[in-house]
């Protein structure tokens, strides 16, 4: 079942065409990764799809809602959480501090517990932390708190905007075990956008290749990384 469902998206940033026609479909329980250059519209998509951009022509639905008119903070509640390329962390304030803003609308103190115990399991360094500024992390650390904190608003969707960038090959291997482990052991529903092809289709169902706004490809992960021709034509992996 699909549990967001983008249709005929078109999405502008003054009079520049960001994004044509776009389809796409996050069935529940799965991991999406979409795929593409910088430019392509991967952000674009997302922040549309938080609301923080609203598109001239499409639909969004979520959970059979639409959402495409919402503000950000209804999105939120709604059940759409996302860690935002670069971040975007209250870098002055504590690990703790960065971790509380994201439970801020919740009220179940039992759920809040279990979940603020899980992502300390997950990276346990966060709990090594919880009293240093975001902002005298690593760039890793930095990553594993913004995922952490967009996990902690409990949400049905979570949203990942390019969660390897500027992270070292040991560390994105890392954060993408993490990443398939919380899908695996939470059941929840999670949308990449990422630049690393071969880690995020290694661990996603299914994949969706943009190229300058338009969707130039899509199928399931595994046939997606199995096409040598695929890859070199829309990605340059070789």
């Known amino acids: 079942m699909g549990i967001l469902k983008i249709e005929d998206l078109q999405v502008y940033y003054g009079r520049s065409h960001a994004l044509f026609d776009l389809n796409v479909e996050v069935a529940a329980g799965s991991i999406v990764v979409m795929l593409g250059a910088n430019g392509a519209g991967k952000s674009t998509t997302f922040k549309t799809i938080s609301g923080l951009l609203k598109p001239k022509e499409g639909r969004i639905e979520f959970l059979g809602k639409s959402i495409h008119h919402l503000p950000p903070h209804k999105i939120v509640k709604l059940g759409i959480a996302q860690a935002p390329e670069g971040r975007q962390l209250f870098l002055n304030l504590t690990v703790r501090d960065n971790l509380r803003a994201g439970q801020y609308d919740l009220i179940d103190k039992v759920e809040m517990k279990k979940d603020w115990d899980q992502v300390i399991g997950w990276f346990p360094i966060l709990g090594e932390r919880l009293n240093q500024q975001a902002g005298t992390l690593s760039g890793g650390e930095q990553q594993m708190l913004a995922i952490s904190r967009a996990f902690l608003s409990h949400p049905t969707l979570l949203l990942l905007d390019e969660p390897s960038l500027g992270l070292s090959p ?5 954060i993408f075990g993490i990443i398939s482990k919380i899908n695996k052991k939470t059941g929840l529903t999670i949308f990449l956008a990422e630049q690393n092809v071969m880690v995020a289709l290694s661990i996603a169902d299914r994949g969706y290749v943009l190229k300058l ?6 199928g399931e992960s595994r046939v997606l ?5 695929i890859l070199q034509s829309y990605l340059g992996v070789s």
Not at 225 to 229: A, G, H, Q, R
């Open 213 to 218: 706004g338009r969707v130039a490809l899509e």
């Open 170 to 174: 040991l560390l994105v291997q890392n």
């Open 225 to 229: 990384l199995e096409s040598k021709t």
